[in-house]
């Protein structure tokens, strides 16, 4: 009965936090996609090299103190120390504040020593655009740590939210107004690091907002919930000795991977500029072709926030009840879903790269980001699977392993980039090429660990075979559809201006929706049909025997 009910709630937990995300990511994406279009090539790696230092410093300082918050206030609560869980929060707040302010000096005052690490000195407006957003966003991480130890995850998934919103509306508003010939700048050759400045505002504005929220709500369920306690709290130092006892490790794990990036971002830059003599200018026009595609990479993998976050509990629970099978039914069936979601996702980027960069970024350079996106498709389904992965290890007890496989998967990803970006038939390319090999690295490092620390989970054929040939025949046949749709409209006549074998935008837009609906059909189709998904992995969703009924499993 227990067994059947962790399973039932396994994702139930999250459902709040996971719908949160899922909006963040929607509006994200249409954040994106029209910003990049209106930035151009040089404002998107602008745009880009400045968010990739923002990004580490921010994992730094917020990765691991609000699970360490949460955990601490979640137990205080349980077990009625009031005094305590205040402490606890008000020395997390401290602490969350002080890192905050130190990256803030560093990205405000450091702003041209960073972007000239990054190889591209244009970057530096918007990094300190971004300075004031890792102060606001470490008190907010303080205070939905505290909410989420509560087991309130709705006041986290509101506040993301009207950060997304923000970004979206005054980012958007502003970058377009700055590109506007209207506006006046000083040397015209900065306004497009000026317009990516201006979007990194909205994301600023977007924190300020969002704390704004989450201090009302403090202060709201503060008073609401306080009760009376008479225990005596821990003294500060040791409280901060317990935070950071559970915060280092996840943040050295969290922030291995926007580290990497930040290296690939300057080493890819450094080796078009000084390997194969471009300008700056050139660089940064040639690496946003790259920003566009790797926007679009990373899509997938945000949407396994969630699960990952429900896998550790799930295991853990099993393996406290002593039920290793039961932990390897668990994983098998994650492996299998997290396969399931990606492969069609990864695939589907594959199959239709061109088409989608055409689609959605059309002011790019189609013969570079298509070929790139076609390459970062596959290396998507790699992420999400290594992010599955790692969350089992940790599950099972072997927290530092992800890191020692994630610092291979970059080393090998860094050489590669060098390699590669320096033979001038490759240049860019290598930069997508390195991120498939690292996270191939990875994955298949963590597949072999995780067969020796879970060997009950069994043959990796039979959890990735059926969704491999499911998502192969479903990209086999988008690639088809596309292309007979693609030649019907040819000749109806919707061809673009100056050539009579390119689709006009609007017929290219056709012809995607089109072999998107039938890779869904299709993949669906097989899906049911190879029995790629038992009754046991459904039993893991919410309502699960409600969808095997209709499924007739």
Not at 452 to 460: A, F, K, L, T
Request: proline share 4%; hydrophobic share 55%.
């Amino acid at each position: 009965m227990s067994e059947r009910k962790t399973k039932n709630t396994m994702f139930g937990g999250v459902a709040i936090l996971a719908a949160g995300i899922a909006i963040v990511k929607v509006i994200g994406a249409l954040f994106k996609i029209p910003l990049f279009n209106i930035l151009g090539e040089e404002g998107s790696t602008d745009f880009y090299n400045a968010y990739s230092i923002y990004a580490v410093l921010l994992t730094i300082a917020t990765a691991g103190l609000p699970v360490a918050l949460s955990k601490t206030v979640s137990e205080a609560n349980t077990l009625g120390n009031q005094n305590q869980k205040q402490r606890v929060f008000r020395v997390a707040l401290s602490a969350f504040l002080t890192v905050g302010i130190v990256f803030f000096l560093i990205m405000w005052f450091g702003a041209d020593w960073l972007a000239a690490a990054m190889n591209n000195t244009h970057a530096a407006p918007g990094i300190k655009a971004l300075a004031p957003a890792v102060v606001c966003v470490g008190c907010l991480s303080a205070f939905r740590g505290y909410a989420q130890g509560h087991m309130n995850m709705t006041p986290t998934s509101v506040s993301q939210i009207i950060e997304a919103l923000c970004k979206l509306v005054l980012g958007l508003a502003l970058a377009a107004v700055i590109m506007s010939p209207l506006f006046p700048v000083a040397v015209e050759e900065e306004r497009n690091s000026l317009a990516a400045a201006g979007a990194i505002v909205g994301v600023t504005a977007g924190t300020i907002l969002a704390l704004a929220y989450m201090v009302t709500n403090f202060l709201h369920t503060r008073t609401r919930t306080a009760a009376v306690s008479h225990d005596v709290p821990l003294p500060a130092g040791r409280i901060l000795k317990n935070l950071l006892r559970i915060a280092i490790p996840i943040t050295l794990s969290t922030s291995l991977v926007p580290l990497i990036n930040v290296l690939d971002n300057a080493l890819v830059q450094g080796r078009l500029q000084d390997a194969l003599g471009m300008t700056e200018q050139a660089s940064r026009a040639l690496y946003g072709n790259y920003t566009v595609a790797i926007s679009l990479y990373n899509l997938p993998s945000s949407f396994m926030t969630a699960l990952t976050a429900a896998i550790i509990p799930a295991v853990s629970a099993a393996l406290i009840r002593g039920d290793r099978k039961g932990s390897a039914q668990i994983t098998g069936s994650v492996l299998r879903i997290t396969a399931l979601l990606s492969i069609p996702m990864g695939v589907g980027l594959l199959a239709l790269s061109g088409p989608i960069m055409r689609l959605l970024y059309p002011n790019y350079d189609v013969t570079l980001t298509g070929p790139m996106l076609a390459v970062l498709g596959p290396a998507s389904v790699c992420v999400c699977l290594v992010l599955v992965c790692n969350a089992v290890l940790q599950a099972n007890g072997y927290v530092s392993l992800p890191i020692i496989t994630t610092l291979l998967g970059g080393a090998a990803k860094l050489t590669a980039n060098y390699l590669l970006v320096s033979i001038p038939e490759v240049h860019v390319f290598g930069a997508p090429i390195g991120t498939l090999l690292c996270y191939a690295v990875v994955l298949v490092l963590d597949l072999v660990a995780l067969k020796h620390i879970v060997p009950e989970v069994g043959s990796y054929l039979r959890v990735f075979a059926k969704p491999a040939f499911a998502g192969a025949v479903m990209g086999g046949g988008a690639w088809a559809a596309y292309g007979l749709v693609e030649r019907l409209l040819i000749a109806a006549g919707m061809t673009g201006q100056g050539s009579a074998q390119v689709l006009s935008r609007a017929g290219n837009a056709v012809a995607v929706v089109c072999a998107i609906g039938v890779a869904v059909i299709l993949y669906f189709a097989l899906v049911l049909l190879t029995r790629a998904i038992s009754k046991e992995d459904l039993l893991l969703m919410p309502k699960g025997e409600k969808i095997a009924k209709i499924l007739r499993f």
